[in-house]
Every structure is written in C-alpha cells, then in structure tokens.
C-alpha cells in the first residue's frame, strides 16, 4: 500500500474486503471480554477507508464473544450518520457518530464517489458467547454474517471429554500434539458442516483455519474436504471467504506456507467458479491499517481463476460486485484508438460536430453540370441570389453582432455587480467558515480531552485488573504455601506421634522387662526363702529332734532316776513293811490281816507289783500328753 511508486493496479482497490474487526485486536484468551460498538468507533472504522479511497466496499464483521446490549443501539445510530454524511450534511453527521467535522468530510466525500459501509458479524461457535449473542446479532440487522468455527470439542489430556478447545488460539497450539492433525481435520470439518447447513450464515469465513501452525493435512484429503466445502456452500447457496490475512500476518514470514496456501486457495476458487459458489474477499483486520491487506495477492489469484466478480453484502442481501474493469480493458484503455471523427460510431449529430469546430457549419459543395444557358442562368440567378442574401444574412449578422455586444455590456455590469455581491457573500462564508473551524477545533479540543480522559480511564482499569490477578494470584499463591505449611506440620505431627509411640512401646517393654526382671527376682528371692524356711524348718526339726532327744534323754535319766528312786523308795518300803511285818508279827492286828490274805504272797506280790507299776504309771502319762 505504501508503495505509491510501483504502478498499482486500480482493481485493487476495486476488491470489495467483507472481514474486519473494529472492536480490535484479540487479547489473551482469559481477558477478552465483550466490547460494547459505539457510532464512534464504527463511524472511524470506515473513515480509515475512505481516507486511503481503499476498498472501496467494505463490510465490519466483529466475534459473537465481544457482543453486547449496546451494539445493535450503535449500528443504527452509525447507520443514520452516514446517511446525513452521503447527503453532505456534515455537522449532523459529526454530531450522531459522535466525530470530529473533518471525520464526516472524509466520510461524506467518500460516500459520493461512491464508497460503501456495509456491517455485519463474524458468527461463530465460541462458547464465551451469551446465549443470546444471536438475538443481538438479528437486532443488529446485519448486511451479512460469516459462519465460523473456532473452536473444536475434543477429550483433554487433564480436563476430561467435552472440552471447548480454542484451537487456532496460539495459547492452546501444544494441543494438536495431543488431537494429531488427521483427528483436528475430521472434527473441524464434521463441525463447519454442521454448522453451514443448521445455522444463519452468508459466507464461510477462513476455511483454511486450522492450518494456521502449519498442520496440513495430506493434500488428497484437503481436496476432499474442498468438495464436501463446496458441495454443502453450493447447497446453502453461500459464499466462501477468500481470507488475506494468512499473506500478511499468519504466514508472512513462512514462504513455504504462503505457497502453499495461495496453492490450495486456487484450487478452491476454481472449484467454486465452475459450480457457481460466489467468493468474498476478506482482510480480517483487527486494525485500520490491515483493511484490503494484501489484496494486490488476492487480485494475482483472482486473475489465475479467471474470477471477475465477486460477492459483497448490500442492504442485507448478497450483491454480485463486477471489479471495475477487465485487466484486458484496461490494457486497451491504455492505447485507446483515436476515433473516427463524423462517424456514425462517434455518437456525434452534426450540430454538435459544428459546435465542436466552433460553431461555423459549412454545408459540402455539391458538384453542378455545366454548358447549358438555361443553366449558367440560372447558375448566375442563383449566385446573385445568395450573394444578396448573403450580404442580408452579414447585416443581419451585424445586427445580432451588435444587439449581442450590447447584452455582452450589460452581462458584463450584471456579473461584475454580482461578482461584487458574492465577494461579499464569500467573504461572510470565510468568516462562517472561520467561526466553524474554530468551533469544529474546540469540539476537536473536547473530543481529544475526553479520548485522553477515556484512556486514562482505560488504562487504569487495566491496571486495576492486573491488581486484582497479581491479588488472585498473591493470594493463590499464599494459600498454596499454607496448604504446604499444613501439610509439613501435619507430617511433622504424625512423626511426632509416631515417635511418641514408639517412646511409649519402648517404655512399655522396659517396663514389662523391668517387672519380669523383678517377677524373676521376687521368685528368686521367693525360691531362697522357701529355701531358707525350709533349711530354718530342717534346722528347727534337727534342734527340736536333738532337743526331744535330749529331753527324751533327760526323761529317760529322770525316769531312770525316778525308777531307780521308787526302786529305793520300795525297797526302803519294803524294808519298813518287813520291819512292820516284823512288828506285827510282833502285834495282834497285823497278824489278823496278814492272815485273811496269806501269807508269804504279799511280800512277793508287792515286789513285783512295786517294780512294775511305776513304769506303766510313767506309760500311760506319757501316752496321754500327745494325746491332747
Ligand atoms: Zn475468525
Ligand atoms: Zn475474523
């Protein structure tokens, strides 16, 4: 675009671009959040275009995820804004979008050569979507809609079956190691199908899409997918996106990859060229300076498929949009052959010719015989006639010479007096013009503030969300070190306890040894006072033994002695009985007795009777003492 120099062919601009995103760039995954339109922000969008007269045509087409309340409020607003710029009111239409004058002069000036703003939404199947994007986008009144996939439900690696995977989004690209590209084709083609033939659309926006990292699938299997591409488009009576923006963003760095993809966009424009299916050209620019990006590229392949004509959305329905001119007819209007002047191919009646010459007709001689009388007569007849009526026709000319000279004079003070006039009247315009200008640069002054003012606020917002993650992830980060913590001491408790235990067990078996030990001993110590009872107990039965025995002993002696006593004692008695014996036989009374018992006996009687009965008188006192 920059290269004024190289001679640019005019059909360029001529293409008509029928994807852009005026809401902006994409942002990361997580942070894009719906982005409500202004009339502002579409009134400039086109303003871009209109300033560079490139393209010509062009429709706004932004995500069905960035959609809000707002938007179909703001699409009419900019709708009736650019009808007051095309019919050159520029105030009111300054006023409505909410611009600066100048914007709506660029505007107006590009609507009345004849530019075109048409808008309309890219729809696709992102989930982030509110569900009731699609009711937004039909109060929007949309020129067109572009049907497109982006996104793929697949099984995640971590996140399970069902997953929305944003797989032309490079934040999820390590994802296609995972699907593989055979798998990615499959699902991405069941999925556009679908949506083609169930789904409000007018054009199959970027076709190409999951190319986008380089994962082509094998090329016969591409040129199937072309078909059934063209086969269900053919069917729903869609257009196909011719999408530029794989030139000079996605592959602009990779010339392998743009081959390929100028390749294989060839193959489809032919396909669809020879079934009918109409193309659009899209840019899908997400900035101002990217609108009819590399449509010179675009206009080479348009050449090669022998493509003139292609589709643009007007007023809601899809118009077919000749480009300007065949590259032949422009071949041939730069040496254009000179036309025969007077013919009846020039298009030109003979008045007009006449006044091209300036304004003198000349009737063509004709040829008169000659040699008669008659005829020279008549031929001198005639000649007088048309020389007096020839000198008529010059009075009469002088006349109206004269008569004209004289209107010339008056026109001349009529237009010098109104020359005075509309100096004057040009000098007011000047100064109204003056006061516009300056009310336009203090309105300009307002706006800037207001936009600074916008921006700040912006850009604190922005801030503030970074805050409020780096707090997310502060706290996250806290709680995960806390989680950790817990976790340590929880360990650091249950080793504790465990030590604890063992300690006990520990003291518990010393303790079990200890009384064993001290069981053991008590036995022991038992065992040696049995022992010791039972060698006292011996000890005392050998003392009491010896003691009986010397008892015994000292009984016997005593009864020995006793014995021996009575024995004496008895003999003594004996001896005192004889002597009684002796004296009574002496006496009376003792021979009496002695008489009525006989009379040797008793003193061989009580011999024998005194011996023994001491001994069984000590027996039987002997016998009844254990007894008792
Ligand atoms: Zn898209
Ligand atoms: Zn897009």
Request: one cysteine or more.
């Given at each position: 675009m920059?290269?004024?120099?190289?001679?640019?062919?005019?059909?360029?601009?001529?293409?008509?671009?029928?994807h852009g995103h005026a809401k902006g760039e994409?942002?990361?995954?997580?942070?894009?959040?719906?982005?409500?339109?202004?009339?502002?922000?579409?009134?400039?969008?086109?303003?871009?275009?209109?300033?560079?007269?490139?393209?010509?045509?062009?429709m706004v087409a932004d995500h069905m995820n960035y959609l809000t309340f707002e938007d179909p409020a703001a699409v009419n607003l900019v709708r009736r804004a650019l009808k007051l710029a095309h019919a050159g009111d520029l105030y009111g239409a300054a006023e409505t979008a909410g611009v600066e004058v100048g914007h709506a002069q660029v505007v107006s000036e590009g609507l009345r050569r004849g530019m075109h703003y048409s808008i309309g939404a890219e729809v696709d199947n992102d989930p982030r979507s509110r569900p009731d994007a699609q009711n937004i986008v039909d109060a929007m009144r949309p020129d067109a809609m572009i049907r497109s996939v982006h996104f793929l439900t697949i099984d995640h690696p971590e996140l399970g079956a069902g997953y929305q995977w944003a797989f032309d989004n490079p934040e999820f690209q390590q994802l296609y190691e995972h699907v593989g590209i055979d798998k990615v084709w499959e699902l991405y083609m069941a999925t556009l199908l679908d949506a083609i033939e169930k789904l409000p659309g007018h054009i199959v926006g970027h076709f190409y899409v999951p190319t986008k990292f380089g994962h082509w699938p094998e090329d016969a299997k591409l040129d199937q997918y072309e078909n059934q591409l063209i086969d269900a488009c053919a069917a729903r009576?869609?257009?196909?996106?011719?999408?530029?923006?794989?030139?000079?963003?996605?592959?602009?760095?990779?010339?392998?990859s743009k081959r390929r993809y100028r390749n294989v966009n060839l193959r489809l424009l032919k396909k669809a060229k020879a079934r009918g299916v109409g193309i659009a050209v899209g840019s899908d620019a997400h900035s101002p300076k990217d609108q009819g990006n590399s449509f010179d590229v675009i206009l080479e392949l348009l050449d090669k498929a022998g493509i003139n004509e292609l589709v643009f959305p007007v007023n809601?329905?899809?118009?077919?949009?000749?480009?300007?001119?065949?590259?032949?007819?422009?071949?041939?209007?730069?040496?254009?052959?000179?036309?025969?002047?007077?013919?009846?191919?020039?298009g030109f009646g003979r008045a007009e010719l006449a006044a091209r010459d300036g304004g003198v007709y000349t009737e063509p001689e004709y040829t008169t015989k000659r040699g008669t009388k008659a005829a020279l007569k008549a031929a001198a007849a005639k000649t007088a006639a048309a020389k007096a009526a020839a000198a008529k026709e010059a009075a009469a000319q002088a006349a109206i010479a004269k008569a004209a000279a004289k209107k010339a004079a008056a026109e001349k003070a009529a237009a010098e007096k109104a020359a005075a006039a509309a100096k004057k009247k040009a000098e007011a315009e000047k100064k109204k013009v003056v006061a516009a200008k300056l009310a336009a640069a203090k309105k300009v002054a307002a706006e800037k503030k207001k936009l600074a003012a916008a921006k700040k606020a912006a850009?604190?917002?922005?801030?503030?969300?970074?805050?409020?993650?780096?707090?997310?992830?502060?706290?996250?980060?806290?709680?995960?070190?806390?989680?950790?913590?817990?976790?340590?001491?929880?360990?650091?408790?249950?080793?504790?306890?465990?030590?604890?235990a063992a300690a006990a067990t520990a003291k518990i078996n010393a303790a079990k040894k200890a009384a064993a030990k001290k069981a053991a001993l008590e036995k022991k110590r038992a065992v040696d006072a049995a022992?010791?009872?039972?060698?006292?107990?011996?000890?005392?039965?050998?003392?009491?033994?010896?003691?009986?025995?010397?008892?015994?002993?000292?009984?016997?002696?005593?009864?020995?002695?006793a014995a021996a006593a009575k024995k004496a004692a008895a003999a003594k008695k004996a001896v005192a009985a004889k002597k009684a014996v002796a004296a009574k036989k002496a006496g009376r009374k003792p021979a009496k007795r002695l008489a009525a018992r006989g009379k040797p006996r008793p003193a061989k009687k009580s011999r024998t009777s005194a011996s023994k009965r001491p001994a069984t008188k000590s027996g039987s006192k002997k016998k009844s003492k254990p007894r008792r």
């Open positions: 920059n290269n004024k120099d190289v001679e640019r062919d005019p059909r360029v601009d001529a293409i008509p671009d029928v994409h942002k990361l995954y997580a942070e894009e959040r719906p982005i409500p339109y202004t009339a502002r922000m579409l009134f400039l969008w086109f303003f871009h275009a209109c300033q560079r007269s490139s393209p010509r045509f062009m009576g869609m257009a196909i996106e011719l999408n530029s923006r794989f030139f000079y963003r996605t592959f602009a760095d990779d010339e392998h809601g329905r899809m118009a077919r949009v000749a480009l300007r001119a065949t590259e032949e007819l422009l071949k041939q209007q730069a040496t254009p052959p000179p036309p025969p002047i007077g013919s009846s191919v020039s850009a604190k917002k922005v801030a503030l969300e970074r805050k409020r993650v780096a707090v997310a992830a502060k706290k996250l980060n806290a709680a995960n070190k806390k989680a950790a913590a817990a976790k340590k001491a929880a360990a650091k408790k249950v080793a504790f306890e465990k030590k604890r022992k010791k009872i039972n060698a006292a107990k011996a000890a005392a039965a050998k003392k009491i033994a010896a003691a009986k025995k010397i008892a015994a002993a000292k009984k016997i002696a005593a009864a020995k002695k």
